[in-house]
T-cell receptor, first 113, second 112 residues
Framework: NAGVTQTPKFRVLKTGQSMTLLCAQD?????MYWYRQDPGMGLRLIHY???????AKGEVPDGYNVSRLKKQNFLLGLESAAPSQTSVYFC????????????FGPGTRLTVT | DAKTTQPTSMDCAEGRAANLPCNHS???????VYWYRQIHSQGPQYIIH???NNETNEMASLIITEDRKSSTLILPHATLRDTAVYYC?????????????FGTGTLLAVQP
């Protein structure tokens, strides 16, 4: 049982390049989330999904797109990376019902130059 | 979701109890209090949550005041590995998102 895994762990992009971050969970969770964390700040929600085939915007969605084609995977895409997107990205998942906790992945450190 | 107020930082001696306060004076009746922590460079880790009653698990205890306007997370015997940023989060459940709203948390430094 690996929990929540994220790929890649580190990435450096040039401005304007695109990339996709992959999140996978093996706990059969319905809900999945993408957060970003900038230095000295708490996590901010980018996008989330309440089930396969569904996605919704969080607090800071601009510049990102997401897809949830399979229940266990949640992809975060940057179509044209900007230096302001330099951050650490965390994926999380949780059960559908009840006051359940979120399980977080180890993070992806992204630098855009 | 109600906002929370936490001290920016706290120190605690190794082996002693660490008491982390959180103020949530605008909490509403269906909102839970959650605690997470984040050890440097790692993903946040769930600790405990509660609604009205005090709660205890293998990691910590959560004391919620009777008026529910504040709470305290207690780590009974702090170790160096408990050095982390601790987040107090208040949110309702059963809505469409189950999303968490993180503040800046309390940096707990456990001293040897």
């Amino acid at each position: 049982n690996a929990g929540v895994t994220q790929t890649p762990k580190f990435r450096v992009l040039k401005t304007g390049q695109s990339m996709t971050l992959l999140c996978a969970q093996d706990m059969n969770h319905e809900y999945m989330y993408w957060y970003r964390q900038d230095p000295g700040m708490g996590l901010r929600l980018i996008h989330y999904s309440v089930g396969e085939g569904t996605t919704a915007k969080g607090e800071v969605p601009d510049g990102y797109n997401v897809s949830r084609l399979k229940k266990q995977n949640f992809l975060l895409g940057l179509e044209s990376a900007a230096p302001s997107q330099t951050s650490v990205y965390f994926c999380a998942s949780s059960y559908l019902l009840g006051p359940s906790e979120q399980y977080f992945g180890p993070g992806t450190r992204l630098t855009v130059t | 979701d109600a906002k929370t107020t936490q001290p920016t930082s706290m120190d605690c001696a190794e082996g002693r109890a660490a008491n982390l306060p959180c103020n949530h004076s605008t909490i509403s009746g269906n909102e839970y209090v959650y605690w997470y922590r984040q050890i440097h460079s790692q993903g946040p880790q769930y600790i405990i949550h509660g609604l009205k009653n005090n709660e205890t698990n293998e990691m910590a205890s959560l004391i919620i005041t009777e008026d529910r306007k504040s709470s305290t997370l207690i780590l009974p015997h702090a170790t160096l590995r408990d050095t982390a940023v601790y987040y107090c989060i208040v949110r309702s459940y059963g809505g469409a998102t189950n999303k968490l709203i993180f503040g800046t948390g309390t940096l707990l430094a456990v001293q040897p």
